[in-house]
């Protein structure tokens, strides 16, 4: 017996993201200026009028516990947003107000046990899997392609289905490519999942920033609210990735196990923030239009600077705030990330972080000043040059 790391940690790694901020947050301790196009969030503060919202909560004694699904109000809120724009028609009993992060964490605890297969886009967010696997279940990962613009297309998904498929996970826009599904991707993947009586995870924490075509939600399409578990939040349209604050829409069968999952860890989200987040959803919108306006104009710069670099091979991400460039030189994606931070002093991830499908690629998160993103690619090209 003894002190021994429980046997679910098995197979699950340091995130590959986490790594490349630990080495970053160590050269600027030593007092190296390093300029970050690592960070998964927005350089803009959080709005004046939601920050205010949540002081004013706090002032007032607002600072308990709150029911675990969330304070009635922002329940209501979430529930009219996503009839609204997501086509999703729900109650506020079908809304769960967690972190993004952890109502996905919550949603696989409650509905993948052990040796349940959950398909995940590679390259995809770093987390999937490692949540798959604690969890008890088995990511089988869908390998993207550059041709398809790293669409998860449903002839990719019908490859990787098998009869211990219990969930698909679909991010878009997504990290890290900023890739924007399509409807027909949608709706063949809709098709699987109702043919195959299979469950959807839709994450679309990056819903507002679709710069190209339009957003769609996956539980908007016919017969699939039922077996669709909707994550998005309030980090990156709002800029508030430090308020752990998020949510979950899904009808009441499915909420009611993962709701029983938040009472018995998280309890509920942090009270004031809640009351900063109703104030995101109520208040005026100018400030989600101006931070998308400023997103869109880097985009198409570090896009611009990339392709003409002659280094890079980059296409034009149509959602998020990631630029996924393929590079020309034979390294592997880490080793070049190392070497850009030590010697060209510019954060970036590695594409391997994402999974095999990533390397040979770059995350560039364009999340940053102009001035910094110019900066930035004159030392990555200076540097490549030697390299
Ligand atoms: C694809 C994706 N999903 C979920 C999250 C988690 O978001 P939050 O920080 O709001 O929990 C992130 C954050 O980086 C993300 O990139």
């Known amino acids: 017996m003894g002190i021994r790391v429980a046997p679910r940690m098995r197979g699950v790694a340091e995130s590959g993201t986490v790594r490349m901020g630990n080495l970053e947050r160590e050269l600027r301790a030593r007092g190296v200026q390093v300029i970050s196009f690592a960070l998964g969030e927005p350089d803009f503060d959080t709005p004046a009028h939601i920050k205010e919202a949540a002081a004013e909560a706090l002032r007032s004694g607002f600072t308990h516990y709150t029911a675990s699904r969330g304070i009635p109000e922002l329940r209501a809120a979430i529930a009219e947003k996503s009839a609204r724009e997501n086509g999703i028609p729900c109650t506020p009993d079908e809304v769960l107000v967690t972190p993004a992060k952890l109502g996905i964490y919550e949603a696989m605890m409650a509905f993948v046990g052990?040796?349940?297969?959950?398909?995940?886009?590679?390259?995809?967010?770093?987390?999937?899997?490692?949540?798959?696997?604690?969890?008890?279940?088995?990511?089988?990962?869908?390998?993207?392609?550059?041709?398809?613009?790293?669409?998860?297309?449903p002839e990719l998904v019908a490859m990787a289905v098998s009869p211990r498929t219990r969930m698909i996970i679909v991010n878009s826009p997504s990290n890290p490519t900023g890739t924007v599904m399509t409807g027909a991707d949608f709706r063949g993947i809709a098709d699987i999942a109702r043919d195959r009586d299979l469950l959807v995870l839709s994450d679309e924490i990056y819903e507002k920033l679709v710069y190209d075509g339009r957003h769609i939600s996956i539980a908007s399409l016919d017969g699939m609210q039922e077996r669709t578990i909707t994550s998005s939040g309030f980090s990156k349209s709002y800029a508030m990735t430090g308020w752990r604050v998020g949510w979950l829409v899904a009808p009441k069968a499915l909420m009611g196990p993962i709701d029983t999952i938040q009472q018995h860890s998280l309890t509920c989200c942090t009270s004031f923030a809640q009351k900063g987040a109703l104030a995101a959803l109520k208040g005026p919108q100018d400030c989600v239009t101006r931070m998308f306006e400023e997103f869109r104009r880097r985009r198409d710069y570090i896009v611009g600077r990339l392709n003409s670099s002659g280094l890079f091979e980059c296409r034009r991400p149509s959602g998020a705030f990631y630029a996924f460039p393929r590079y020309h030189l034979k390294r592997p994606s880490l080793e070049l990330a190392e070497r850009l931070l030590s010697e060209a002093h510019v954060g970036l991830t590695p594409g391997s972080a994402f999974g095999a499908g990533g390397e040979g690629y770059l995350r560039i998160s364009y999340a940053n000043s102009m001035e910094n993103l110019g900066k930035g690619m004159d030392a990555i090209e200076q540097a490549m040059g030697r390299f």
């Open 114 to 153: 052990e040796g349940d297969e959950v398909i995940v886009p590679d390259p995809g967010w770093v987390s999937y899997g490692p949540m798959v696997g604690l969890a008890g279940g088995r990511p089988v990962n869908v390998r993207l392609r550059e041709e398809d613009d790293f669409r998860m297309t």
